[in-house]
């Protein structure tokens, strides 16, 4: 819930795991290219790690992973209440891109 909390106030909508220890999160809103893009932004500019899902997924034929697997990424919440609250406090530096 801290976790979830912590992201929804940075302007992600998490899902809502229903028995992991992760939480994904579509970053599109957050106007990068890909998910590899915004966990390199994550970890160098707001001192928070994600994993970029397209890390799970293998390659099609054509070379291409799908769509899909650049969508989300994954943060871990099997950390203490008080990494998750300094976590909470640099992601609030996230800003979604607006559009007119």
Same mark, same amino acid.
């Given at each position: 819930?801290?976790?979830?909390?912590?992201?929804?106030?940075?302007?992600?909508?998490?899902?809502?795991?229903?028995?992991?220890?992760?939480?994904?999160?579509?970053?599109?809103?957050?106007?990068?290219?890909?998910?590899?893009?915004?966990?390199?932004?994550?970890?160098?500019?707001? +001192?928070?790690?994600?994993?970029?899902?397209?890390?799970?997924?293998?390659? +099609?034929?054509?070379?291409?992973?799908? %769509? +899909? %697997?650049?969508?989300?990424?994954?943060?871990?919440?099997?950390?203490?209440?008080?990494?998750? %609250?300094?976590?909470?406090?640099?992601?609030?530096?996230?800003?979604?891109?607006?559009?007119?």
């Amino acid at each position: 819930d801290a976790l979830l909390a912590a992201l929804r106030g940075a302007g992600m909508a998490p899902y809502v795991p229903e028995g992991a220890y992760f939480v994904l999160a579509p970053h599109a809103a957050f106007g990068f290219a890909d998910d590899v893009a915004f966990c390199m932004h994550l970890v160098e500019k707001v +001192g928070v790690a994600a994993i970029p899902c397209s890390a799970f997924h293998l390659a +099609g034929a054509d070379g291409r992973k799908d %769509a +899909g %697997a650049h969508s989300l990424v994954r943060f871990a919440f099997c950390k203490r209440l008080e990494t998750i %609250a300094a976590a909470a406090d640099r992601l609030r530096a996230l800003r979604p891109v607006r559009t007119p």
